[in-house]
């Protein structure tokens, strides 16, 4: 069972929505070459309101997704798509219900 993960809230800038959403569809797979990151969804919430949740087996693996590439290059492209920083969450699962 995963016992860590992250909710990243982001908020596009006006007439950025379509370029965010794209940055995120893009991430896929430098997220699969991650072996420490679990599960990883990227959503859309509303018209310029986006998140990504993604869960690990371990702070290790938190942390190592966390310096990784997606966090890299999301930190990179976030004064150009984002009207604020993107609002990072570290949670705890209690419990979950996945495919096994």
Known sequence: MAKTALY?????????????EAFLKGALPLVEAEPGTTTWFAMKMGPNSFGIFDT????????AHLSGAVAKALMAKAPELLASPPDIHKIDILADKLPR
């Open 8 to 20: 990243v809230h982001l908020e596009a800038k006006p007439g950025k929505e379509t370029e965010v």
């Open 56 to 63: 690990f087996n371990n702070e290790g693996d938190r942390e």
